[in-house]
């Protein structure tokens, strides 16, 4: 595929994302703050995310799982989880993880399972879409072009 | 028989004239006494009499009268009418007679018949000697009947007198007439042509008769409406024809009454007009009634009127209410993504970019800023007015601010001005209240007087003044106020539990009465009180039960008055009214000039007068002006009794003097940058220019602040800034050997060493021993320093500003108190872009350690984290600050380290590190949290660029 090309599909992929929630601003932020000096950063960062928020869900799972459900020490991970997912951008983790905390709150098991599940799809559905975007970029940099980060405007 | 009755009755017609007047006087006499007064003309004596004795109140010219009945056509018809009446009557009488005759006539036919049947029997009786009997008895019969007939002739000749009949009927329509005339509130009157009364029937009769007939109105009585209704009379009379009217009399003998009249003209047989009949009728309660029912009406249509003029300025109100609604919600709504576009310009200025481009995205940036500027205003106008607006209480140094403010304002001075702050001696080191929003209104008056200030000098004046008068009749408001804001500060800085109700004395006596002893005793500690001028606020303890061990201070409200003059174009006079109404700007001409939204002062206006002050302006055009505010404050004075375990920064600052100086310095000022201003800076490029402008100076300049500033470029050094880089070099070979020294102990000793330069004269040792004290306040020291060194103040005072910024530029030691990697991560990355490098410990524990083994600058602090919050550990780190030991800390598990380093053991625990909260939600309960615990600022998350350069710049200022 010519570079130009993949420029564009990246920039339509990049759009479509933050058109359907997926991601907002806070990304942006997040691929500025990558440069030469450290060209990974954005792939860092969102691994890290995912491994961390791995982690967390399993943890999640777990405690959720117990007899006598401890709320406070749900409340603390999904904290984590929502401070990391709107740190990266991930905002539609970020708004499930919101009403997952109110439901902590009310302490309403059923509603918080049904959360996790739902955050476990947002997940999931988020690390496609950025590894579908990572590769496109990896694709972009390996056939010499750069990434038209100043086109993305909204 | 019947030739008869004509006869009579044609006797009768032509008796008539003779007859009737013969019967009134008689008639009227006897059976209608009650009512009716008879004059004869030149007449009898005895009815006059009668008349006086009965007080009848009805009036008649009989005379007249009689004229009356006879010339003119309604007193003929009348009487044609009563002749009909008889004459129909007279005829049925006569038919009835003629019946009767012709009944008797056929029964006499009859008996003659009978008597022929009898002769004709008799004669066969007298041939046989017959019976005598029925001749007789019809004979008897007969002359019964004639009996009969000669009795009603003479009933009929009786019946059949005319004169009779009709003074019967006359006399039952006059006792009809009497019947309902008894009661009526009527006069009925008749007058001649001259309009002079000839009969008048009253039921209320005020006048006697002789008063009354033969005279006119205006002769009888006097007052408004007489005329009127003669005048009436003789139009009536002239137009002949009849006609009512309203006519209010103002007499002085019924008072004032109102009479409906109707006059009639009557007409000669000939067609004449004779006179008027009038007949009236006393209204003036239904006048009344109804002028009342009219100005009820009027009023009802007024406040109909007034309602919908109400309606229609409620609904007004609700719109623009609601307008102002939508304004608020709009610009929060439109804040959000403009910030964002802002903050990506910002970064996108931090990229390479050409000249070009830089201009534009300048412009953008500042644009940005603007819009962003308007709609905070309009946000916080709509705040105030809503009352949505928490006025927070907080301790603060009103010096401070001023030269924070004036500062601020020097930084971005762009024009050769001169500002200037002037405390006065008696302000208090420390006061209570919102210190943001006494800044913003400092502010925001200052950068209003630096914009229409184009030469001389923009200055502050804080001092202390008596309660003002508005203060005192609004006492009772403002005590609420007071008391509210009390508690507030009592909560917010955990200080007392307790409830003050206050009571602010106003009488000076009364107050040395109670106050006075506490103040001789703090006069000797704080010596820079005014006294006089405040006005104490009696803490009432037995108002509620538990006083405990509370400690005994007083607290007081002290009014204190801020100048901020200026030198500039000033206000014309017909313009003042105007100044504080929002968007208002003195013409459209200035806002072309100069720029703004106009909504700065009534953002002012509203915050002074929310914290119960007042906003005043005075000015002269092309001289200058004044904008006055005059805030209560509260002051909290320890008292002497606690002396000993008081550690709190005011016994400090009497211990130690370097540190009073600073607290009670009361003049501030920054001359304008002779050579900075060519290097006109603005936003990005400022950094480097003033490195630059730091250098000419400096071969001339007092050595402490030179070698601060080469340090500083030595520092930049090392962020490898190619500029900076040249201009180091230019500082090593121009300056003195001792900032080699320096360097080599920089690099050696890291951030403390930084502020050991070798000083020269005098006050070195004492403005050395505060360069350790803080990096930030090296401005004073060296507008102190300009006063020891009078000399030198000529020469350097164009560089001095940018030394000062220089200091302030110095790069904060930052540490990152956060528990989520991720986080960590974004935002050491976003520090790293911003040429700032950080610490990082991941919770409260971690961070009181890394405090106590290092020095840091600004402590950014997540909220939520575990094993020890950012609200927790703020509250050690301060605790730490104002009592030197880690007490607290440990009380709450936290073992103390060995100090690894001598002289950082030594540092005295008195600088304040600037904490700044992140947390996840910006809600102001959170922020009042974070402030109540201690923390200086605070940003949300996820944290941006824009962000952390506005905290940031917000600490180095």
Redesign the interface.
Known sequence: MEVGQMQRQWLDYTRSLFIEGFLD??F???E??QDDN?PD?VV??VS??FQ?SHKLLNDLTIALDQKSVDFKKID?HV??L???S????AQRVKNCCIAFRNFCEEQNTDACLKCLHQVKQECCLVKNKLETLFRLEQQIMAAGGSIPM?ELS? | MGCEMELESECIEDMEVEVLPSMWPEDIGTDAGKQFNIEKPGGDQDMLEEVTIMEEPTIADFQRLMELTNYTDKGSSQLAYLMKHWEYKQANAVRLLREELDILSRQREEVEQRRLELLQENRFEEDYGGDKRPLEASVQREQTLMDKLQESIETIERQSSPVEELSQILKRADNFLHFILQNAPVVIGHQDKELRYRFIYNHYPRLQEEDIIGKTDVEIFTGSGVKESQDFKREVMEKGLPAKKEITFETDLFGSKTFLIYVEPVFSKAGETIGINYMGMEITDQVRKRERMAKLREEIAVQKAKETELNKTIHITEETMRAKQMLATMSHEIRSPLSGVVSMAEILSTTKLDREQRQLLDVMISSGDLVLQLINDILDLSKVESGAMKLEATKFRPREVVKHVLQTAAASLQKMLTLEGNVADDIPVEVIGDVLRIRQILTNLVSNAVKFTHEGKVGINLYVVAEPPFAKTEECNNNQKINSSEQSTICSNGVKDHRYPSTPSKSGSDQNHHGGQNHNEHNAQNHGFNNEFRSSVKSDYSMNGDTEEENHSTETTVWIRCDVYDTGIGIPEKAIPTLFKRYMQVSADHARKYGGTGLGLAICKQLVELMGGRLTVSSKEHVGSTFTFILPYKVSIPSSDENSDDTDELSDVDNNDAVSDDLTEGFFQFQPRTLGSLFSSNGSTRRTSHKFNGFPSNPFALPSPNGLVSKAVTNSVEDSSSVVADASDLTESTSSSSTEKDRHQNSESGVKSRHEPSFCDDSSKEVNNELRNSSNKCEDLIMKKEDANSRCVSRCSGSREEDSKECCRLKPKILLVEDNKINVMVTQSMMKRLGYSMDVVNNGVEAVKAVQRHTYDIILMDVFMPVMNGLQTTKLIRSYEETGNWDAAKDSGIEQIQQISDYEGCVPPRKRIHIIAMTANTVTESAEECYANGMDSFVSKPVTFQKLKECLEQYLR
């Open positions: 601003g806070q942006l932020q997040l500025q703050l450290n950063f860092e960062v890290l995310f961390d603390a904290h984590q929502k401070g990391s709107s740190s990266i951008g100043m909204f």
